[in-house]
């Protein structure tokens, strides 16, 4: 079975760090894209960082640029998403997905398999 899975969430204060993973089973990452999401109650899902695993390149929302930090081990099929100097808007739920694809993308619906995601909450 394909799966994604998100972990890592959690409550934190405003300034402090969390790191989210997403392994993943049934598939390898070779070849593949793997994004980072949120979502905010009432919002859409936005694009936050993704990664291409074939040569590691990252890409970033200028709302988490020098902040956020994504990376890969691919000898453990999992991916992480170092966050740093949070804010209160960063709060929502934190999606990893992934595509089989060699092209950086932000846009949710050019991804095909999803985790279930992770609640991140960052108070005032």
């Known amino acids: 079975e394909v799966q994604l899975v998100e972990s890592g969430g959690g409550l934190v204060q405003a300034g402090g760090s969390l790191r989210l993973s997403c392994a993943a089973s049934?598939?390898?990452?070779?070849?593949?894209?793997i994004g980072w999401f949120r979502q905010a109650p009432g919002k859409e899902r936005e694009g936050v960082s993704c990664i291409v695993s074939s040569d590691g390149y990252t890409y970033y929302a200028d709302s988490v640029k020098g902040r956020f930090t994504i990376s890969s081990d691919n000898a453990k099929n999992t991916v992480y998403l170092q966050m740093n100097s949070l804010k209160p808007e960063d709060t929502g739920v934190y999606y990893c997905?992934?595509?089989?694809?060699?092209?950086?993308?932000?846009?949710?619906?050019?991804?095909?398999?999803w985790g279930q995601g992770t609640q991140v909450t960052v108070s005032s």
């Open positions: 997905a992934a595509v089989p694809s060699t092209i950086a993308t932000l846009y949710p619906t050019s991804y095909d398999i």
């Open positions: 049934g598939f390898t990452f070779d070849d593949y894209a």
